[in-house]
């Protein structure tokens, strides 16, 4: 699998390249840095002038992003894999996309803030955008990822299912991890009038159904080496999925971006654009 790291010297971008230790051996690492040059802001600036000045401040950024690539390089794992480094100009977000869609890269890892964490919360952060339109799997770190013993790994349906499947036989993580296999259940009851004991008995049937779709999965991932737990609730998923994280002391979460079909990543109310903008634990996107 090959790696796409975007970098922009935050804290919690520092924080992407520590977590390269807790991931196999990739090969290929690409590690970018996007320059997003401010036009001058003057209207009545003569265009030579403006120019000129936006030249200027483009090679003084490109001198200190050419730095930090070289400090990333310096923080890297030894084993981390070939390394090749990107030092591009653009919308920061736009540029991770259109770079890990034409390296093909498996997985993009990023902080979830970085340098003007007021004007992302106004415009939409860079990690929101890449999540959304960024393809493979996103690594995107709101803080340290101390260690990755456990995995929360909430499942919506069978789609979720393969596309998690997928991307864990490839056994991404440097140790396998024991996953927490997860699924939230509505609180639901027939639109026919029914006594409480007759409403429990259908939730605890829908929960053990629930618990039967866990185990299968489960089984597949102990043949790859994963230690599993299965755990179905009811209530609604962002809640559901934080009280089972810090239940099960949770290092990452592992979670779908998006339904059976495309057009639900644009639902901004989706369980992991929630998550992301929750900011409790870091967070694993795959699909």
Request: charged share 20%; proline share 7%; hydrophobic share 40%.
């Given at each position: 699998?090959?790696?796409?790291?975007?970098?922009?010297?935050?804290?919690?971008?520092?924080?992407?390249?520590?977590?390269?230790?807790?991931?196999?051996?990739?090969?290929?690492?690409?590690?970018?840095?996007?320059?997003?040059?401010?036009?001058?802001?003057?209207?009545?600036?003569?265009?030579?002038?403006?120019?000129?000045?936006?030249?200027?401040?483009?090679?003084?950024?490109?001198?200190?992003?050419?730095?930090?690539?070289?400090?990333?390089?310096?923080?890297?794992?030894?084993?981390?894999?070939?390394?090749?480094?990107?030092?591009?100009?653009?919308?920061?977000?736009?540029?991770?996309?259109?770079?890990?869609?034409?390296?093909?890269?498996?997985?993009?890892?990023?902080?979830?803030?970085?340098?003007?964490?007021?004007?992302?919360?106004?415009?939409?952060?860079?990690?929101?955008?890449?999540?959304?339109?960024?393809?493979?799997?996103?690594?995107?770190?709101?803080?340290?990822?101390k260690t990755l013993r456990h995995i929360l790994l909430p499942l919506q349906g069978s789609y979720d299912a393969e596309q998690a499947l997928a991307l864990l036989q490839q056994k991404p993580f440097r140790d396998p991890p024991t996953i927490t296999l997860f699924t939230?259940?509505?609180?639901?009851?027939?639109?026919?009038?029914?006594?409480?004991?007759?409403?429990?008995?259908?939730?605890?049937?829908?929960?053990?159904?629930?618990?039967?779709?866990?185990?299968?999965?489960?089984?597949?991932?102990?043949?790859?080496?994963?230690?599993?737990?299965?755990?179905?609730?009811?209530?609604?998923?962002?809640?559901?999925?934080?009280?089972?994280?810090?239940?099960?002391?949770?290092?990452?979460?592992?979670?779908?971006?998006?339904?059976?079909?495309?057009?639900?990543?644009?639902?901004?109310?989706?369980?992991?654009?929630?998550?992301?903008?929750?900011?409790?634990?870091?967070?694993?996107?795959?699909?």
């Amino acid at each position: 699998m090959k790696f796409l790291l975007a970098v922009d010297g935050s804290d919690n971008s520092y924080e992407a390249v520590r977590s390269l230790k807790y991931l196999a051996r990739t090969e290929a690492l690409h590690i970018l840095h996007v320059l997003d040059v401010p036009q001058p802001a003057y209207p009545f600036m003569m265009p030579e002038v403006a120019q000129e000045m936006y030249q200027t401040v483009e090679r003084n950024m490109r001198d200190d992003g050419a730095r930090l690539l070289d400090r990333i390089v310096s923080l890297l794992p030894l084993d981390a894999g070939p390394v090749t480094k990107h030092l591009v100009v653009g919308p920061p977000a736009d540029q991770i996309v259109a770079l890990a869609e034409q390296l093909k890269v498996g997985l993009i890892l990023l902080g979830s803030r970085g340098l003007g964490p007021i004007k992302e919360r106004l415009v939409g952060s860079v990690s929101h955008r890449v999540l959304t339109f960024g393809t493979g799997a996103k690594l995107i770190l709101p803080g340290p990822l101390k260690t990755l013993r456990h995995i929360l790994l909430p499942l919506q349906g069978s789609y979720d299912a393969e596309q998690a499947l997928a991307l864990l036989q490839q056994k991404p993580f440097r140790d396998p991890p024991t996953i927490t296999l997860f699924t939230v259940l509505p609180h639901t009851r027939p639109p026919w009038p029914v006594d409480a004991v007759s409403a429990e008995h259908m939730e605890t049937h829908s929960l053990n159904r629930g618990k039967d779709f866990l185990e299968e999965i489960a089984t597949k991932l102990r043949q790859c080496g994963y230690q599993t737990r299965v755990s179905a609730k009811l209530g609604t998923p962002v809640d559901a999925i934080l009280e089972e994280a810090g239940t099960a002391n949770t290092d990452l979460i592992l979670v779908g971006s998006r339904g059976r079909r495309g057009v639900t990543r644009m639902v901004l109310g989706s369980v992991s654009h929630a998550l992301l903008h929750q900011g409790a634990y870091p967070l694993m996107v795959f699909g």
